[in-house]
């Protein structure tokens, strides 16, 4: 009765439901994909020989750490901040050593019965690390260099993502900008980024020339509509001139030189298919022209078909639900295995088909008002590290669900993320359960105010 008392006082009982209704919801689309008919059920989950099973026992291990974390002195937290985050930075930098390839990404540690992603759980890390620096009361927020070093949180562990080839996974640490920007980075780094998105896209939809002459008339527009200012303050000139110097200088050469030289062509290739644009590498350009000269298909069509066959196949199995949907375990296009990494990456193509435009929008509303519970739990917060972790945990959860949704129904790249709580992955399912246990302990404890 103790134990009791002590695991349920303080908690917020919305979120835990909530992660219950979500583990709930994956384990059944992973088992929609992956049962068949003429399967014994209890002989396959005894004997670990499927991946519902083995997400089961997942299931079963997060839900022992999630009573773990209930039961912890939410003091824990701050006094292991640092040594965790210096823990999650030798993870990654042991998968050089011991780790494990797996789809072309060197990330992976095996230990045994599932292999752990550090470049996933590093996350936990680097969101009480954060939180620990920005409740400092030495750190002073307004000043750059606090800003730096705050960056520099999520910006190391992005270099070791990339190094290991996990592109996806390194971009969901840009979410760290969310508690950052709600504790009082300047709005001036989020125009810049969003700007530089715009230039990112802008450079892949129009033709170079021409969208060096768009930019050159924004500048002069600019320069005339400000003409009074700039005749009163001479800097202005030379701010306008050196931005437009540098918005040029990033799509004639910037942008090619990632293309051809930093990103693999299959990266290259899912994002230019995103925006609907044909792309060579120019090492194929000879190939292609060849192929053409002999009258065979394409090299460019062949690797178009092949890049977009995933992206496809995905919109063919959720459209095919309709509104109401198939039906459990009815999904022709996920049972007939023809969607690549359907109990993964792209699990949502089982709630699409199964059932339909009016479960994918409950799920899409549930992960809203978790998110939404989430935020409102960080505002009612006494302590900065409380408030900023709960902001982290936000900002990861919205960047996994609105680039994992997107990317199944051919909005965003495929990057290879994961589905909160509903895609397969020992890795995955542990991560997101210690996120959002340690908040529910720390909002339990929200009287103490934790430096």
């Known amino acids: ?93 042991a998968t050089f050593v011991v780790g494990r ?7 992976w540690i095996p230990l045994g019965f599932f292999n752990l992603q550090p470049v996933e759980t590093c996350k936990v890390f680097t969101a009480l690390a954060l939180a620990k620096y920005l409740s400092r009361s030495e750190t002073d927020f307004d000043k750059t260099k606090s800003q730096i070093i705050a960056a520099l949180f999520a910006l190391i562990p992005i270099g070791f993502s990339l190094l290991q080839n996990e592109t996806g996974l390194a971009l969901v640490y840009f979410a760290f900008l969310f508690p950052m920007y709600r504790e009082g980075l300047p ?52 701010i306008v001139m ?44 000879a190939a292609v022209e060849l192929d053409q000269q002999k009258g065979a298909l394409s090299t460019k069509k062949k690797k178009k078909e092949k890049s977009d066959y995933n992206v496809k196949q995905s919109k063919i199995a959720i459209g095919s639900g309709g509104f109401w949907g198939k039906g459990f375990l009815k999904g022709t296009q996920t049972q007939g295995d023809f969607v690549p990494e359907q109990h993964t990456d792209f699990i949502f193509t089982s709630v699409g088909e199964n059932f339909g435009f009016w479960g994918s929008a409950l799920v899409v509303l549930l992960y809203l008002l978790f998110l939404l519970r989430i935020v409102f739990i960080a505002e009612r917060q006494r302590s900065t590290f ?15 669900v609105t680039i994992n949704i997107c990317m199944t129904i051919g909005l965003a790249p495929v990057i290879g993320i994961t589905l909160p709580l509903l895609s397969y992955g020992g890795s995955s399912l542990l991560t997101f359960t210690v996120l959002i246990f340690i908040l529910v302990r720390l909002d339990a404890d929200r009287q103490m105010v934790l430096r």
């Open 1 to 93: 009765m103790h134990n009791e008392a002590v695991i349920s006082k303080g908690v917020d009982w919305i979120i835990v439901w909530l992660y219950i209704i979500f583990i709930t919801i994956g384990f059944l689309c992973i088992f929609s994909v992956e049962h068949r008919s003429q399967e014994n059920i209890l002989q396959s989950i005894i004997g670990l020989k499927k991946n519902y099973s083995k997400q089961l026992l997942f299931i079963g291990i997060s839900i022992v750490a999630a009573t773990f974390l209930l039961l912890t002195d939410s003091k824990l937290f701050t006094a292991t901040a640092n040594l965790s985050y210096a823990f999650g930075l030798l993870l990654m930098m």
């Open 101 to 107: 390839e797996i789809n072309g990404s060197k990330s």
């Open 187 to 238: 709005p001036i780094y989020l125009i810049i980024g969003f700007s530089l998105a715009v230039l990112f896209v802008a450079t892949i939809l129009i033709e170079k020339n021409t969208l060096a002459i768009i930019l050159t008339l924004i500048a002069g527009a600019v320069l005339y509509f400000m003409r009074r200012i700039v005749m009163r303050n001479k800097s202005l000139l030379l």
């Open 242 to 285: 050196g931005i437009w110097i540098l918005c040029v200088s990033i799509q004639r050469f910037a942008v090619p030189y990632v293309f051809n030289h930093v990103l693999h062509p299959y990266q290259v290739e899912r994002i230019m298919n995103t925006f609907g644009v044909d792309y060579v590498p120019e090492s194929k350009v």
């Open 386 to 400: 409380s408030r900023v972790y709960a902001y982290s945990v936000a900002g990861i959860i919205f960047f996994h």
